[in-house]
């Protein structure tokens, strides 16, 4: 949702040091940061929400080798969701292709799953373009709008499409859940990172997911949600669990905007009863939050 002339949105999520949900906070648990400067709140309900669920998944032959792995454990995110909860399906190569509408019939999104096409082929991988177009696709919704993204990651457009997709991204209340593929090819390039520092300069393919990494991060830094980068097929369960949790269970609060028509970058802080930042940067933070950077003002 953009910022209007009510209040802006800000959906969070609280999670523990074990990855559980933190219920029972007030309004009084909250602060928030417009630029750096505390803003009040002029909202705030904690809510269990229907939400809308579009899951986007590459079809490369990369993706293909591994498939197996994250499709056997999709079932923990749709567990994991309510009866009301809406769930979709594209999958993209050079472009994005519906293949599921939004229906709260989870079994027919495993059974979407099961029959997806893979590519043979290595392909022009347009993955910044297909997440823009999938963000016209989303309707709105009275809950929570998000993406779930099942990727490598890896993208053939010139730069200026990334740049593209951000400035469409600040515009939107759409949280992104981005989960890493790539097999072998990911940690080969973990590895190297690792080895001594008179090591071989990194080859391109390490180059690419070194950049896909970070591309993965920010989507879902930006919007609240969260990347992941499953080492082992055993990964993925647990992470399911977290974004399902994540999706149904939220916060939301509410500041009035600025008017200036810039970007504003935005800092959820959870306090203790002293006042106190739980989720500080310094040291171990107590608390993890998922909410949105920032929002686009509207102009004067």
Do not use: C
Not at 12 to 24: E, K, L, M, P
Not at 36 to 41: H, L
Not at 44 to 51: D, G, L, R
Request: charged letters at 20%; glycine letters at 8%; hydrophobic letters at 45%.
């Amino acid at each position: 949702m953009e910022a209007t002339t009510a209040f802006v949105k800000v959906d969070a999520s609280v999670f523990d040091n074990r990855g559980n949900f933190v219920g029972g906070l007030a309004r009084g648990n909250f602060r928030i940061l417009d630029s750096g400067t505390e803003q009040p709140i002029e909202f705030f309900t904690p809510v269990e929400a229907p939400a809308q669920i579009l899951v986007m998944i590459e079809t490369s032959p990369a993706v293909y080798l591994i498939h197996n792995q994250h499709l056997s454990a999709a079932f923990a995110l749709l567990d994991g969701l309510a009866a009301d909860d809406e769930v979709a399906l594209v999958t993209y190569d050079q472009a994005p292709r519906a293949i599921l509408t939004f229906t709260p019939d989870k079994s027919a999104l495993l059974a979407a799953l099961g029959g997806v096409q893979y590519t043979i082929g290595m392909d022009d991988l347009n993955f910044y373009d297909s997440v823009s177009g999938v963000l016209d696709w989303l309707g709105p919704a009275t809950g929570k709008r998000a993406l779930v993204l099942l990727t490598t990651g890896l993208d053939s457009s010139p730069p200026a499409h990334w740049d593209a997709l951000v400035r469409k991204l600040r515009g939107q209340d759409v949280v992104i859940f981005s989960v890493a593929l790539g097999g072998a090819l990911r940690g080969e390039k973990t590895r190297k990172s690792k080895s001594r520092k008179d090591a071989p300069p990194q080859s391109a393919s390490a180059i690419a997911f070194a950049h896909a990494d970070n591309a993965l991060r920010t989507l879902a830094t930006m919007t609240g949600g969260r990347a992941y980068f499953p080492e082992s097929e055993k990964d993925f369960v647990p992470m399911y669990h977290e974004i399902a949790s994540a999706l149904r269970h939220e916060y939301v609060l509410g500041i009035a905007p600025a008017h200036d028509g810039q970007f504003h970058a935005l800092t959820v802080e959870v306090l203790d009863a002293n006042g106190r930042p739980m989720n500080a940067p310094a040291g171990k933070p107590e608390v993890r939050v998922l909410a949105r950077e920032g929002y686009l003002a509207p102009g004067p």
